[in-house]
T-cell receptor, first 111, second 113 residues
Framework: DVKVTQSSRYLVKRTGEKVFLECVQD?????MFWYRQDPGLGLRLIYF???????EKGDIPEGYSVSREKKERFSLILESASTNQTSMYLC??????????FGPGTRLTVL | QKEVEQNSGPLSVPEGAIASLNCTYS??????FFWYRQYSGKSPELIMS????GDKEDGRFTAQLNKASQYVSLLIRDSQPSDSATYLC?????????????FGSGTRLLVRP
């Protein structure tokens, strides 16, 4: 059975803090994705990775970085959290251009 | 700019009716199409994928694809209150963005008991 897990369901951080969001998949998928979802704006792609140590910017990469040291793990890093990064963060994985499977999401609040 | 468009709704239907959700997309070379369901506060879950023109049925759900008209739809037969959710259409446009899906903003469906 497909499984994508994320490190936290809810997270509260302060402005300026460095924030790490982790995602792990157990399906041996090559591709992993980080999205944020905001009311009225839909799902927006932040970064994706198509192989270990490989990454590409999505539509809104500013203020974020990523790390993929192992195939099963993809981390999203907020270098200096700001209030406009308060959002729902969703991780997904896929093989090729096929279905993306989503984790449960992390609701991040930056105060 | 590749785009996927959906009516935000809400689409309100009575229990037992057919709900019809529509999605249009901007590029004719699009290769694969997906419908996801998202309950409030939860993550999207796949309902159906469709890759070629025509209809694809899975239980109460039917996806319909018309590439010439750049249109994909989802029909839900015998709608239940538990079907009340936001339905996201996603398109893989292929080419240089072969791994990526572009998501519509979703249609909220409300099934009235």
């Amino acid at each position: 059975d497909v499984k994508v897990t994320q490190s936290s369901r809810y997270l509260v951080k302060r402005t300026g803090e460095k924030v790490f969001l982790e995602c792990v998949q157990d399906m041996d998928h090559e591709n992993m994705f980080w999205y944020r979802q905001d009311p009225g704006l839909g799902l927006r792609l932040i970064y994706f990775s198509y192989d270990v140590k490989m990454k590409e910017k999505g539509d809104i990469p500013e203020g974020y970085s990523v790390s993929r040291e192992k195939k099963e793990r993809f981390s999203l890093i907020l270098e200096s959290a700001s209030t406009n990064q308060t959002s729902m963060y969703l991780c997904a994985s896929s093989i090729g251009s096929d279905t993306q499977y989503f984790g449960p999401g992390t609701r991040l609040t930056v105060l | 700019q590749k785009e996927v468009e959906q009516n935000s709704g809400p689409l309100s239907v009575p229990e037992g009716a057919i709900a019809s959700l529509n999605c249009t997309y901007s590029d004719r070379v699009s290769q694969s199409f997906f419908w996801y369901r998202q309950y409030s506060g939860k993550s999207p879950e796949l309902i159906m994928s469709i890759y070629s023109n025509g209809d694809k049925e899975d239980g109460r759900f039917t996806a319909q694809l018309n590439k010439a008209s750049q249109y994909v739809s989802l029909l839900i037969r015998d709608s239940q209150p538990s079907d009340s959710a936001t339905y996201l259409c996603a398109v893989n446009f292929g080419m240089d963005s072969s791994y990526k899906l572009i998501f519509g903003s979703g249609t909220r469906l409300l099934v009235r008991p």
